[in-house]
């Protein structure tokens, strides 16, 4: 996405990969701008920017005959810790690009009683973010309640935590 030149060939290569097996859109999943979770390369001061770049060079590329969907991180764009860069998605910038987001809401971490982090606010919580908040910026950057749909886990996975906040599959 660093370039104009490999944002164009990505959509034209999508729009080919669409056609030879009848698709209706591509689905984005970068875990996330800014951010490297994999070990992967990423560069805080402009995978935010160059993400918007190529969905709208998708969009232009698409036009109205295919889908751009999105799996979507629970938070807007925000600086990196350091205050240099940005993380995430800038969701208002790439809202016109994007017919509807499959909200991440799943992994939030508070399990308390079973239950994931719904509305930790009101349940003295320890999740770092919960999905009245993941809604709200969605909503503040313009998304129409049409636009997202919410993934809301039913899985249990192990925990490498010494203390962990979530149910562990032993624990299941």
């Known amino acids: 996405a660093a370039s104009d030149a490999n944002r164009k060939q990505f959509a ?9 097996w009848n698709l209706d859109g591509i689905d984005l999943d970068w875990e996330m701008p800014g951010i490297s979770w994999s070990g992967a390369a990423c560069d805080p001061m402009n995978d935010t920017e160059n993400f918007t770049l190529l969905v709208k060079q998708m969009r232009e590329t698409f036009g109205s005959k295919y889908l751009i969907t999105l799996a979507g991180y629970v938070k807007d764009k925000k600086r990196q810790d350091s205050g240099t860069g940005w993380k995430y998605f800038d969701l208002k910038a ?17 399990a308390t009683g079973g239950h994931r982090g719904f509305n930790s606010a009101i349940k003295s919580s320890t999740s770092y973010w919960d999905i009245e908040r993941t809604i709200a910026e969605y909503n503040n950057a313009g998304y129409d309640q049409s636009q997202m749909v919410l993934g809301i886990p039913f899985y249990v996975r192990h925990s490498f935590e010494t203390s962990p906040s979530v149910i562990d599959y032993k624990d299941f």
């Open 12 to 20: 034209a290569d999508c729009v080919a990969f669409m056609e030879k």
């Open 94 to 110: 790439i809202k016109p690009y994007i017919d509807w987001v499959n909200i991440m809401t799943y992994d939030l971490d508070d």
